[in-house]
């Protein structure tokens, strides 16, 4: 079985990334991106679903950690004989991709093992493993990957090794995926590799802006983004993995492997305000060829290279994480109405515009096609934040999110003197803001809801402010603030919207899931808004605390059971780090920065 989600590591090229667990077993590969099937799945199942064990006999204490301001993992083992590290990384650049593992002795004498089972097709096929002059080889189908170390061929699929480390001894293991065709490349000394892997995240690191007392979540988090990234386009991946689940044992299981248009914004400030200038501008750019075509034909994600096809399909031999099936690969959302990532779009597109990111007539045809597209649906249902599968609804926040996209239309015109209707964008403002005020407050709850009429909350509520809907100290905007405390929050943690029986008529699946964390970030951001710092701090810092022992933090977080759900590590998670420390340690960080509002009614 897994471990818990709190004792993995990743470690990642920009092209994709693996999870390494405490006991020395990488658990999930995709090779050779992110979208990729998986060569090692027991993450989602079993070791026989693929996976690659470097670790000692009789292990007493384990302890993981990255070297400073990298992504080089070092995972240190304790035995009756002695210590040993495990130093795993994957280099940057080239055609390949490449995993090394170093052992290195620390002190004693200590024996090792290293068991590498790889599997295909997410655990399915069995490769055909040959050695040739030192180096196995495992071929199935279109896929080949090499391997060096001391490892011999043990049984179909599986190959092992046993050996012993002494104090400054070092045995060295690379595994290698590359094109079909081009063989083998090895590193001409792999601990020259490491270092050069190291020196790599250490200077990117340095370029962080951030000063604040927050420096190494920020830090942390910014590598992990930055991990997420796939390098050849610029897209971001919500999550490195698939359908860990939202609640153990349950159906909420989404394959996360795909760039959300929802994030952009908060992306792109992340990045510009840490000083990553460059890692922005490849965001904007890859948002940009996303979403190119017919604005009705938009969609909420897509594939890192910019795929819309992402169709859902269930994958029946793996047995999911601690059971929880169906797994899923692909994502059936990517199909739905979502209203509110025009508002998205739209504010992205303008912040960027805002940090000295020169408009183009290409970018601003997009943008009227958009909303001309928004003028004559912004009052259709849609599927909402959620991505629910139950039916359409007016959700409030979908409302709010068109409201923004006209906003920021108009700001455009203003700022940089673009061509646009603005009259009639201005009386379709103040039009929809009237509708949202009136449909989506509920006076009897005072608190906006989570769609017209309804009475159920909705965590996504807390963003009117910081989209600069309405002013942060607004009477309805603390109402909402104060009914959802009373009614999503569980032991400070808050759950995405109102859980009761009734209310998964909205979401079309089975109860339950855990807390979401980002909306606890949201939560934060509202008091920082409203000036509370102090009430904001206490919110950050207890979400901080949730970290594993190398910083990394999943979708959701378990409040009964104390553990980490959903997937992992999960990029808006991340990004809500960066956003909420820049917040509190100035008066314009990035949820500032959205909720500057020009307009008052």
Known sequence: MALPLEEYALIGDTR???????????????????????????LLGRPKHGRWLVAPHGVRKTSQRYRADSLVLETEFHTDGGVVKVVDCMPIGGNAVDVIRRVEGVSGRVRM???????????????????????????????????????????????????????????????AWGPAGTGFLPFEDLAEAIEETDAYWRAWASRCAYEGEYREAVVRSLLTLKALTYAPTGGIVAAPTTSLPEQLGGVRNWDYRFCWVRDATFTLLAFLDAGYTEEAFAWREWLLRAVAGRPEQMQIMYGIDGQRRLSEVTVGWLPGYENSTPVRLGN???????????????????????????????????????????????????????????????????????????????????????????????RLRDQIFDEVCAKGFNTELNSFTQYYGGKDLDAALLLIPAVGFLPPDDPR?????AAIERELVRDGFVLRYSQHDAAQDVD???????????????????????????????????LLALRNDVGLLSEEYDVARGRLVGNFPQALTHLQIVATAFSLAAAHGPTQQRSQRRHHR
């Open 113 to 175: 093992q290293s068991e590498l089972r790889l599997r295909f097709d997410f655990g399915r096929t069995e490769p055909w493993l040959r050695q040739e002059e030192g180096v196995s080889v495992a071929i199935a189908g279109p896929s080949t990957v090499y391997l060096t170390g001391p490892m011999q061929i043990a049984e179909s699929g599986l190959m092992r090794a046993d050996f012993v480390v002494e104090a400054g001894e070092s045995v060295d293991f690379h595994l």
């Open 477 to 481: 905007v603390l109402g909402t603030i």
């Open 332 to 426: 059936a959302a990517s199909e739905q109405f979502q209203l509110d990532i025009y508002g998205e779009l739209m504010d992205t597109l303008f912040h960027a515009v805002e940090h000295g990111v020169a408009p183009t007539d290409d970018a601003w045809h997009l943008q009227r096609e958009l909303m001309e597209f928004v003028e004559k649906h912004w009052d259709d249902p849609d599927e909402g934040i959620w991505e629910v599968r139950g039916p359409r609804r007016d959700f409030t926040h979908s409302k709010v999110m068109a409201w923004v996209a006209v906003d920021r239309a108009i700001r455009a015109v203003e700022r940089s003197h673009l061509d646009g209707p603005v009259e009639r964008w201005r």
């Open 508 to 542: 079309g699946l089975p109860p339950g899931e855990g807390a979401f964390l980002p909306c606890a970030f949201w939560l934060a951001d509202a008091y920082i808004l409203r000036g509370d710092l102090e009430r904001g701090r206490d919110i950050f810092e207890r």
């Open 16 to 42: 994709t990334a693996a999870l390494i667990g405490r006991d020395g077993s990488i658990d999930w590969l995709c090779l050779p991106r992110f979208d990729s099937d998986a060569c090692f799945a027991a």
